[in-house]
């Protein structure tokens, strides 16, 4: 694992972008696995800057979804299909034929998970995954206590994870489960990635890296990883002792 620190938000933004952007320039047909939410909305913004000066490309690319709330799609402000549609697929103009995501309104959940496993198998793994960190150490929807082993699969929501969710939608929305890809996907893709920034991540942060692997804390699942990266600004930092690069 290797632990990037940078002085603030927008110093992490840029260096994980240029890190993807090498990434891509390398495997220009990778399949590329994004987190929805605050964090990664610097990132994403950084690629969309490079794309647009030229000197990126993602047309070759395929995008696998990381989660979505269960109930919500694409056509629900608040769904993390909606958010990777406004922050990135669209203003990229990715073509709906790259893009394999979760659809919360399937009437087969079990299915769904099924479809996304197969879609991924098929392309033999993600090549880069990117996942968030959950105030409560949850990567992608994958809730405390989760096994490592799962791969596609429904999540009940942490009670953490339903306050933190609210601020996504304008009206009360009723949130209860999750559609995720699961521990196994992070373990088995070539590069993973976890993203942390501001002083509220500094606690849960130093469990995710340098307490003893836990399933209390799914992000730990990255310590496991041969090949993963942590970009981190100083404030969620703040608190790490080990690692440090």
Known sequence: MKIKVHPDYNEMSRSAANFIADFVKNKPDALLCFPSGDTPTGILNCLIEDVRSGKLDFKDCLFAGLDEWVGQDGSDEGSCRHYMDEHFFLPLKIR?????????????????????????????????????????????????GVDFNLYSHISDLHQMTKDSAKKYFNQ??????????????????????????????????????????????????????PDSYVFTDREAASLLTKLVQ
């Open 172 to 225: 009360e929305v009723l949130l209860t489960q999750g559609i995720t890809l699961g521990p196994k996907h992070i373990l088995e893709s070539k590069v993973a990635v976890l993203i942390a920034s501001g002083s509220k991540k500094a606690e849960i942060l130093v469990k995710a890296l340098e307490e003893e692997v836990s399933r209390d804390v799914p992000a730990c699942v990255l310590q496991m990883h």
């Open 96 to 144: 709906p034929e790259q893009i394999s995501f979760f659809n919360g309104k399937a009437v087969d959940l079990k299915r769904e998970c099924r479809r996304m496993d197969e879609f991924i198998s098929s392309k033999g793994q993600v090549d880069l995954l990117m996942v968030g960190l959950g105030l409560n150490g949850h990567v992608g929807l994958n809730e405390p």
